[in-house]
């Protein structure tokens, strides 16, 4: 499984933002997608999955401002992500679960002004 993130960048805070990730190879056998964040000297932190049935799950951080959606005929998930703040800057990374590994895309940076 590879993922391609995109969509990143500045923006102020209040503001939004959308930021996709492209999955190609064997994405049948991916189960969840989710989105991580990890800011300069922090751990990596999983903000949002999805499953292959949509069910959906959010770190409290998040929750009521950001979205996950995924799009199976681009093979592609999203995450919305509004009411922005300073504390949201971060390089988001994409993830993809089969039953057997978990995969990485190359981040994305996302950076929020206040």
């Known amino acids: 499984v590879q993922l391609q993130a995109s969509g990143g960048g500045l923006v102020q805070a209040g503001g939004s933002l959308r930021i996709s990730c492209a999955a190609s190879?064997?994405?049948?056998?991916?189960?969840?997608m989710g989105w991580a964040r990890q800011a300069p000297g922090k751990q990596r932190e999983l903000v949002a999955t999805?499953?292959?049935?949509?069910?959906?799950g959010y770190a409290d951080s998040v929750k009521g401002r950001f979205t996950i959606s995924r799009d199976n005929a681009k093979n592609t998930v999203y995450l919305q992500m509004n009411s922005l703040k300073p504390e949201d800057t971060a390089v988001y990374y994409c993830?993809?679960?089969?039953?057997?590994?978990?995969?990485w895309g190359q981040g994305t940076l996302v950076t929020v002004s206040s």
């Open positions: 993830k993809a679960v089969t039953h057997s590994d978990s995969y």
């Open positions: 190879g064997s994405i049948f056998s991916i189960n969840v």
């Open positions: 999805i499953s292959s049935g949509g069910n959906t």
